[in-house]
């Protein structure tokens, strides 16, 4: 074969393979096309699908609505139809009482026509019975019939002899006859407090006359007021073996005697004691701790409650531990009822010295403000004295002179 020919197959084989890939290319490239818009159709179908759903549920809103709106309709119209039907009966009703009324008027005032009806025709002729029937269909009419004929009189019946005065005789309107003497009314009784036989009073009943002719009232015999003082009685307590017991008012003035104490005081008298012997333990406890004066004082303080801390020191923990006890147990004392930890932190703490802030000087300034509060005479701490009189000397103060 020629070169010229090869060379031209191979040309021909190479353009039939880039026909062959460039059709592969367009049927992927189509293909891909077709898969790219795979979701957009089922995003769009799923839409449509929602939109009919929803318009479906819509429908069925308002068909479901408007049943509700014709069943209230129809509910409505139907009760508005019974109530009119409720008030046509009920006049009906009604109308049938009243004439049923009216006929029993009738009724009656024939009656009583037919009852007195020889007098009636007697005085005003036989055309009245008419002329009554006539005017009984009238309202005003038969009112007025009927309240004439309730005033006409009846034939007088026999007395009852049960409703006639006892007292006045009894007589027969028909023939004058005399049916029952009177009997005399019972004398009137007075219920009066008497002297009975054994000189105790009694209640009896006594007729009028015998009060009349002397019969006498008993009265109590009267007494003179008696004292007050001489009455009335308390508890107080005799001076002389002071023992309480139960006395007239003028005894205890007479013999001087004191009230005797209430619950109350007693209660009182009892916190004081627990307070003063809580005040001479602490007093007691911090006159050891609390013994130097200036920033020594301080010092030892520190010390002692970095002992503390680890045990070492229990007087120094209890004394800074029973501050607040002690405070609270003044404020009682001091205002007589619970006062808040706020009030006691604030205005009681501060004045029961403290080791860290406090040198001997202000202790026994503070002890001594204590005793004064509660009224006590100063119980006075040696040590304290002592280092205070320390103090004073090496100011140069010469003792409790200064």
């Known amino acids: 074969m020629p070169a010229s020919q090869v060379a031209d197959l191979l040309m021909r084989q190479g353009e039939l393979a880039a026909n062959s890939r460039l059709s592969r290319a367009q049927i992927y490239a189509q293909l891909l096309q077709g898969l790219a818009q795979v979701p957009g159709q089922i995003v769009n179908d799923r839409q449509q699908a929602r939109a009919a759903q929803a318009a479906a549920a819509h429908a069925a809103d308002e068909r479901e609505y408007r049943r509700g709106r014709d069943a209230v309709y129809d509910d409505r119209a139907n009760r508005e139809l019974a109530l009119k039907e409720e008030a046509a009966q009920r006049e009906a009703e009604e109308q049938e009482r009243a004439r049923q009324s009216e006929q029993a008027e009738i ?5 009583y026509a037919k009852q007195h009806a020889a007098t009636i025709t007697q005085e005003h002729g036989p055309q009245a019975l008419d002329q009554i029937a006539a005017v009984a269909r009238n309202p005003q009419g038969r009112k007025a019939l009927l309240e004439g004929f309730a005033k006409m009189a009846l034939p007088q019946e026999q007395p009852n002899l049960m409703s006639v005065d006892p007292t006045k005789p009894l007589v027969n309107p028909k023939t004058g006859e005399v049916v029952r ?3 005399p009314a019972p004398e009137e009784e007075v219920a009066v407090v008497v002297r009975g036989p054994n000189g105790r009073p009694i209640r009896k009943l006594v007729p009028t ?3 009349r002719e002397g019969v006498e009232e008993y009265r109590e015999p009267t007494q003179a007021p008696r004292d007050p003082l001489e009455t009335n009685t308390t508890w107080a307590i005799d001076p002389r073996d002071g023992q309480t017991k139960p006395m007239t008012l003028a005894e205890a003035r007479r013999i001087g005697a004191q009230q005797a104490p209430t619950a109350d005081m007693r209660n009182k008298e009892a916190g004081k004691r627990t307070a003063a012997r809580a005040v001479d333990a602490v007093r007691k406890l911090g006159s050891g701790i609390i013994s130097k004066v200036g920033p020594a004082q301080r010092v030892d303080a520190i010390k002692r409650g970095a002992e503390a801390v680890f045990g070492n020191d229990p007087e120094f923990r209890t004394y800074q531990d029973s501050r607040m006890a002690l405070a609270g147990t003044l404020a009682v ?4 009822s619970r006062v ?11 004045m029961v010295p403290d080791a860290y802030r406090d040198t001997a000087e202000s202790y026994k300034l503070k002890w001594d403000l204590i005793d004064a509060m509660r009224g006590v005479a100063p119980a006075g701490d040696a ?3 002592d280092a205070y009189e320390a103090y004073l000397k090496r100011q140069g103060g010469g003792g409790a002179g200064r």
């Not at 004392?333 to 007589?336: A, D």
């Not at 808040?340 to 501060?350: K, M």
């Open 209 to 211: 006359s015998q009060l």
């Open 383 to 385: 040590a304290a004295d």
């Open 333 to 336: 004392e001091q205002q007589g």
């Open 181 to 183: 003497e009177g009997v």
């Open 340 to 350: 808040s930890d706020a009030d006691v932190r604030a205005l009681w703490l501060p």
């Open 107 to 111: 009724e009656q005032v024939m009656a």
